[in-house]
């Protein structure tokens, strides 16, 4: 629902980085979106590319990495993942002590510029 | 030309974030930003504190909606500052809206700000506006499926009231599985169960508001 927030967030800190570094144009913008974040990559593609237009990122591609929700537990000590994107208990001892490793992320990586 | 960057995408909201919440360290004011649906009753929640406290914690209240200004004019006839922010459309307040509103308010007068946010179980949850903590209401009649439904507001929660409760003998609703499983979403969280209509558990929640501040 709020996919156009992160899509202004996401062009802001893009068009950014690019100026501090001396270019004026931005092709590609890779980016990192984790399964528990709570962001939709249709609707965050959606968002992007109707923001696009007028800024030094209008013809930029949004490529987007999904990271699975991993964990470990903190009980049994193993490690997890999952393709679901919430967790409520270990899916090994079910207990529902565990600590989030990935799977939260909402990071741009990297840029193509020129 | 490829160029490696590690950046948040809402790295300028965390910023912002912080810059507020050192401000409002500076100013010596606890701030709680209060979610919910719609209608669970962030506002009546905010009438019973209010008159509760009154006399013991100065409060002061910045009220998060799309628009209108009905939540405003109830919380200044209990004479005390608050800001309406109206979002425009947006599902969720974030840190520069709230930097904006600043202004607005003597923060050095106040003990206790609360934030209500706009009436949504989803996007409050993810945006930072530089609050101590986070609080949420669940009203009975929202139903029990509610936690695992919404698992990320009930994980950021530090506390969780269950509101309507004068309302339990006409729901078919199950108030320990709520507390199950919000605890299994959230083993630290506090969960309080008020009534604002009847002020049944309202003292148990402000007395724990009045170890936050002191």
Known sequence: MHEVSIAEGLLATAVNECKKSGYGKIEKVSIKIGKASGVMPEALLFAFDAMKPDTIASEAVLDIEEVPLAGICLYCEKNFETEDSYLLCCPHCESSSFRVISGRELDITELEVF | ?214
């Open chain 2, 1 to 214: 030309m490829k160029l490696k960057v590690a950046s948040k995408i809402l790295g300028a909201n965390d910023r912002l974030a912080e810059e507020n919440r050192r401000i409002f360290t500076e100013s010596g004011v606890y701030v709680i930003n209060l979610m919910s649906s719609p209608g669970a009753g962030k506002t009546s929640l905010l009438e019973s504190t209010i008159k509760a406290l009154s006399g013991k914690l100065k409060i002061g209240v910045i009220e998060g909606d799309i628009t209108g200004t009905d939540d405003a004019a109830r919380i200044d006839k209990l004479g005390v500052p608050v800001v309406q922010i109206n979002t425009g459309g947006a599902c969720h307040l974030d840190a520069n809206m709230i930097y904006e509103a600043l202004g607005d308010l003597d923060l050095k007068s106040l003990d206790l700000l609360f934030i209500e946010n706009v009436g949504n179980l989803v996007c409050p949850a993810e945006f930072k506006v530089g609050e101590n903590l986070k609080v949420m209401i669940l009203s009975l009649t929202e139903g029990h499926d509610k936690p695992l439904k919404y698992p990320l507001m009930f994980q950021e929660s530090a506390a969780l009231l269950i509101n309507k409760t004068d309302l339990k003998p006409y729901l078919d609703v199950d108030v320990e599985k709520i507390r199950k499983d919000a605890l299994s979403l959230n083993p630290a969280t506090k969960i309080f169960e008020v009534s604002c209509k009847t002020g049944q558990g309202i003292n148990d929640w402000t007395g724990w508001l009045q170890t936050l501040t002191s």
